[in-house]
């Protein structure tokens, strides 16, 4: 008998492509996920095997991809309402609810089993802990009832650097905890300059966004405040010894330019130059961050910093 | 009674994609747990009592 399968078993598959689930992993927070842990696991003091720790990179990896699928599962119904997420796999019909759900599981489990058989049992803890803040407490929880949504869901994505660290020294230590800081307080400010502008996507797919909620003004203020702790926040690594003299000089004088650009955001309010000035604070702060961890990546990668 | 009907050439093109994307993933999975087995043994290996 050739190979056939039931109709009822056909339509329990959307029919998706092999990028179709690619998609669901969100490659592109995939790779922010990747190189951060990479700088965590490479700043971490000791000397990592790099067969292990390409292992480890790539459970991190998976349970991020993971985790996006049981986002992109649990949020179909928002996703497609609005006109950035509405083409994703789910909303459009190329993936069933049901394979998205089974995807993300079995993906999340073997990927923090993988890593803690493989490399050790404290970086698969908090890959797990990553995983589970993500979706328990950031998709069904918070992002649907409160503005603070993102402020506590940003977490979820602090977490990674501290995976990778945790992952070559098997521990958690201060310096990790600076980089986890340092994303935590960058998360805020990042989305809401986004939310400033898609305002009305939020508010047609009942987000409550910091500016739906509470109005551009109050956004504008708290984007300031963030702002203000997170600048000098981001220059502590140089005195810890966790960043060398580039990081220093770099990671102030950015600092002070995303402090003129949320100082822009606060003071120019009306039509298109306010939707400008947002603009140019979130590409800017995707750069900021980027380079600082790319700066730390490099320092300890070619020993400019003592004790590495 | 089980109805069985034939899927259509793009449904069944799809579904052979996938199928063989499975298999290399698990095919890479095991690669990759046999070779970080030989990594964290290291030189130990040679050092069996016998």
């Excluded at chain 1, 699928?69 to 997420?85: E, Q």
């Excluded at chain 1, 800017?284 to 004790?307: C, D, K, N, Q």
Aim: aromatic share 10%; net charge positive; with cysteine.
């Amino acid at each position: 008998m050739p190979l056939q399968r039931s109709r009822a078993d056909a339509a329990a598959s959307g029919g998706g492509d092999v990028a179709d689930f690619v998609a669901l992993m969100k490659p592109r927070v995939m790779s922010l996920v990747l190189f951060t842990a990479l700088t965590g696991l490479v700043a971490a003091p000791g000397a990592m095997h790099p067969v292990l720790a390409m292992a480890a990179l790539i459970c991190i990896a998976i349970g991020a991809g993971a985790s996006g699928a049981l986002n992109m599962w649990y949020d179909a119904d928002i996703d497609a309402l609005m006109t950035r997420t509405a083409r994703r796999p789910l909303p459009s019909g190329r993936i069933t609810a049901h394979e998205a759900l089974t995807f993300g599981t079995v993906l999340s489990i073997g990927s923090v089993l993988c890593l803690g058989a493989m490399v050790n049992w404290s970086a698969a803890a908090l890959l797990a802990l990553t995983i589970g803040f993500y979706i328990f407490v950031y998709t069904m929880w918070l992002k649907r009832r409160t503005p603070q949504n993102i402020v506590i869901g940003g977490a979820a994505g602090a977490f990674p650097p501290m995976v990778g660290w945790a992952a070559a020294t098997g521990a958690v230590s201060l310096d990790s905890v600076l980089l986890f800081a340092i994303i935590f307080m960058w998360t805020p400010p990042h989305f809401w300059a986004l939310a400033l502008v898609r305002t009305r996507d939020y508010e047609r797919a009942g987000i409550p966004m910091l500016p739906v909620v509470a109005g551009p003004d109050e956004t504008r203020r708290q984007i300031l405040l963030y702002s203000i702790l997170l600048a000098p926040l981001a220059t502590v690594p140089a005195f810890t010894g966790l960043g060398g003299t580039v990081y220093a000089g770099v990671s102030f004088v950015l600092g002070l330019v995303f402090l003129i650009l949320a100082a822009d955001v606060y003071r120019v309010r009306e039509g298109a130059p306010a939707d400008r000035a947002a603009k140019r604070l979130f590409s800017f702060s995707i750069f900021y961050l980027f380079l600082l961890f790319a700066i730390i990546l490099a320092e300890h990668t070619f020993g400019l910093v003592g004790g590495s | 009674m089980i109805r069985v009907m034939e899927l259509d050439d793009e449904t069944r093109r799809k579904q052979r994609k996938r199928s063989i994307a499975i298999a290399l993933a698990l095919g890479a999975l095991a690669l990759l747990f046999f070779i970080v087995t030989i990594v964290r043994l290291g030189s130990n290996v040679a050092n069996r009592p016998f």
